[in-house]
C-alpha cells in the first residue's frame, strides 16, 4: 500500500503566519492527493480534493499544490480557528491511505 | 444537503462481533460508495472498507476476513460488521461518502466512539 508522510507533525504557530505542511508518497499518484481539517472531537473536513482544487467554502487563504510523490498545503494568515490536525489523502490505489496528520497549535 | 449518522453499541467484549449502522439523510444511498473509516484515539485515520454503488464490497487487506459492509436500500443505511474484535479495534468509527471507490471523502458522518473492554 501507498505509505504517506507527512511534515511536520506537530507545529505551533501565531496569528497571521504562513504555514507549510508537506505530505511525501512513497509513489507517484499523479494528483489523488485531497487535504482534510479534523478539529478537535469532531470528523474530518474535506478542504483540498485532487492536490489543488478547492472545495466550495472554504476560505482562500487555504490552498493546495503538488503532482506525484510530494504535495503541499499551505495556510496564508493563519486565523485561530484553524487549530486543527490536517491529513493527507490519497485514492490513487487500494486500499486508500492518509498520512499520519499535523497538528497546529495556536500561540 | 446529505448528512451520515452512525449508531450503535459503544463497548462490545473481547472477540465478539462489532455491528454499527450508518444512516443517510437528505439523499439516497443509490449511486455512490460508502465508506467506513476508523480512528483509535489520539490517533490517525484507517481504511476499513466500502461498498459501492453496484454493492459489491472492497476492504483493507489488513482486515479482510474480519469484516462485512452491506446496504439496506429500503432504509437507506449501510452497515459494519467486525468480529472477533480486540483491544486494537478501540476507535472512532466514521462512515463517509465518496463517488468512487478512488475518490475523495464528503461528507463524513460525526463518528462513534467504540470502546472493545471486558
Known amino acids: 500500500e501507498i505509505v504517506l508522510i507527512q511534515s511536520p507533525e506537530f507545529q505551533s504557530v501565531t496569528p497571521k503566519e504562513k504555514v507549510t505542511i508537506t505530505c511525501r508518497a512513497s509513489?507517484?499518484?499523479?494528483?489523488?492527493l485531497h487535504w482534510y481539517q479534523q478539529k478537535p472531537n469532531q470528523s474530518p473536513k474535506l478542504l483540498i480534493k485532487y492536490a489543488s482544487q478547492s472545495m466550495s467554502g472554504v476560505p482562500s487563504r487555504f490552498s493546495g499544490s503538488g503532482s506525484g510523490t510530494d504535495f503541499t498545503l499551505t495556510i496564508n494568515s493563519l486565523e485561530g480557528e484553524d487549530a486543527a490536525t490536517y491529513y493527507c489523502h490519497q485514492s490513487y490505489s487500494l486500499p486508500i491511505t492518509f498520512g499520519q496528520g499535523t497538528r497546529l497549535e495556536i500561540k | 444537503q446529505v448528512q451520515l449518522q452512525e449508531s450503535g453499541p459503544g463497548l462490545v467484549k473481547p472477540s465478539e462481533t462489532l455491528s454499527l449502522t450508518c444512516t443517510v439523510s437528505?439523499?439516497?444511498?443509490?449511486?455512490?460508495?460508502w465508506n467506513w473509516i476508523r480512528q483509535p484515539p489520539g490517533k490517525g485515520l484507517e481504511l476499513i472498507g466500502y461498498?459501492?454503488?453496484?454493492?459489491?464490497?472492497n476492504y483493507n487487506p489488513s482486515l479482510e476476513g474480519r469484516v462485512t459492509i452491506s446496504v439496506d436500500t429500503s432504509k437507506n443505511q449501510l452497515s459494519l460488521t467486525l468480529n472477533s474484535v480486540t483491544a486494537a479495534d478501540t476507535a472512532i468509527y466514521y462512515c463517509?461518502?465518496?463517488?468512487?471507490?478512488?475518490?475523495?471523502?464528503?461528507?463524513w458522518g460525526q463518528g462513534t466512539l467504540v470502546t472493545v473492554s471486558s
Open positions: 461498498i459501492s454503488d453496484s454493492w459489491s464490497p
Open positions: 509513489q507517484s499518484i499523479g494528483s489523488s
Open positions: 463517509a461518502r465518496a463517488r468512487t471507490g478512488r475518490n475523495w471523502l464528503d461528507p
Open positions: 437528505g439523499g439516497s444511498i443509490t449511486t455512490y460508495f
